[in-house]
């Protein structure tokens, strides 16, 4: 049986990222000009997930958009 589906928690209020990402969603920092979730999206596709789960919390608003 293969899994296809994933949830990514994703709504920490990352506190180690705060001096770098003020008011800002950890998962959206960038690497490259990309955000951090983007490239984790876009793997879990490449290797045939077909679902999707984003937990999120603090600031899910900017996870949203």
């Not at 990402?21 to 959206?28: E, G, I, S, T």
């Amino acid at each position: 049986m293969k899994i296809t589906e994933v949830v990514i928690l994703c709504g920490g209020m990352g506190t180690r990222l705060a001096a770098t990402l003020p008011n800002r969603q950890k998962a959206l920092a960038e690497v490259r000009g990309v955000p951090v979730l983007d490239m984790i999206i876009e793997s879990l596709l490449v290797h045939g997930f077909k679902r999707i789960v984003l937990a999120t919390g603090f600031h899910s608003d900017q996870v949203r958009e």
